[in-house]
């Protein structure tokens, strides 16, 4: 028995002298994993990433994960194609450092999605600056390209008219100036184009009419001049998506175009501006409105012809030049959330039932002469 335990205990001994000098052999040679071979992302993919890292080098712990020996489809702000291994996309927010676009990025010619956004949070001074440069233009595959919430500014590139696979394009909540440039009629495939929050001049461009796949257009607080062109009265109506159109704070003279009659909205704001004549045409009652905002603007029309949308969530028309009654038919708008007809020149009792005494005082206050809950009595 003790003779059999003594061999036994040999060969343990050599089993384990063994494990450790493969151990020993096999950490002398080269690491597997350091192989270019075994990396997803494109050389000159990376390449151009690391120049855009280098370009960004006052904002180190951003980029942290962007080390040369490993693989940048794994890096953070970074997406690759699953089957091509190209780079897709760049994902850039909270940077609190100045900088401007880099120029890199335009060696990316497999980008579909570029964002970089809310970027102007500072406690002092500005980031994300500077001019949208020309280059991106050249990123003939994008087909999201979000500069919203940044200190941008100079002109929209006529360059981005080149974008022909891009579907929405916001830059809103920057700088930008001059006239929207007509080059973005060439966007056929754009669904959402928000150019909100700028100081845009000059009128609308007719050609966005071209635009048949656009259902929603955000022109709002900007200072735009002019009146919406008769042009979009040629969206087709029959189509299934939406059409939402935003133009408030604008500085937009002229009246609205009986065009817009034959579109079938879902959100219109025109409010903020100085619009003049009868924006009517834009109630139906089998209309696919949701929420119409017309406020402070210098409308006249008669409200006691007005047949509403039944499916109606908000209407706000205060500080306007409205006449007439208020329509009994408003009292069947059950959707109703939201109602403001306050500063015009309405006249006659309110009508009674619905939703209509919900709403407070100040949804009918200085008017000519109305009367009825929640007002005084007639």
């Known amino acids: 028995m003790m003779k059999n335990s003594g061999v036994s205990m040999s060969s343990s001994h050599f089993s384990l002298l063994s494990l450790i000098f493969l151990v020993v052999f096999l950490s002398s040679l080269p690491y597997p994993t350091l192989s270019a071979s075994s990396f997803r992302c494109n050389p000159a993919d990376k390449t151009a990433l690391l120049s855009i890292k280098k370009s960004l080098i006052s904002i180190p712990d951003y980029f942290a994960s962007w080390v040369p020996k490993t693989d940048c489809c794994h890096w953070e702000h970074v997406d690759c194609h699953p089957n091509t291994n190209r780079v897709t996309a760049l994902f850039f927010d909270q940077i609190y450092v100045p900088f401007h676009i880099p120029a890199a990025i335009g060696d990316l010619p497999y980008l579909r999605e570029l964002a970089f956004t809310d970027l102007d949070i500072m406690i002092s001074g500005t980031t994300f600056s500077g001019p949208i440069p020309g280059f991106l233009g050249q990123l003939n595959k994008l087909k999201n390209l979000d500069l919203s919430s940044n200190q941008l500014s100079g002109p929209i590139p006529a360059s981005l008219g080149r974008l022909e696979n891009l579907r929405y394009l916001i830059l809103s909540d920057n700088q930008l100036s001059g006239s929207i440039p007509g080059s973005l009629r060439q966007l056929k495939n754009l669904d959402l184009l928000n150019l909100s929050g700028n100081h845009l001049s000059g009128p609308i461009p007719a050609s966005l009419s071209d ?75 089998n209309s696919t409105s949701r929420a119409i905002m017309l406020s402070d603007n210098h409308l006249e029309f008669d409200l006691s012809k007005v047949r509403f949308p039944k499916e109606l969530n908000v209407l706000e028309m205060a500080h306007n030049r409205i006449r007439g009654k208020i329509p009994k038919q408003i009292t069947k708008l059950n959707a109703l959330r939201k109602l403001d007809l306050s500063y015009n020149r309405l006249c006659g009792k309110i009508p009674f039932g619905g939703k209509m005494q919900q709403f407070p005082a100040q949804s009918f206050a200085h008017n000519l002469c109305l009367c009825g809950p929640p007002l005084s009595k007639c």
């Open 211 to 285: 635009l048949k796949k656009l259902t929603t257009l955000d022109l709002s607080s900007n200072k735009l001049t002019g009146s919406i062109p008769d042009s979009f009265g040629r969206f087709n109506s029959d189509k299934n998506e939406d059409f939402s159109l935003l133009l408030n704070g604008n500085h937009l003279r002229g009246e609205i175009p009986k065009s817009l009659g034959k579109l079938h909205f879902r959100v219109i704001d025109v409010s903020d501006n100085k619009l003049t004549g009868d924006p009517s045409v834009l109630f139906k009652e």
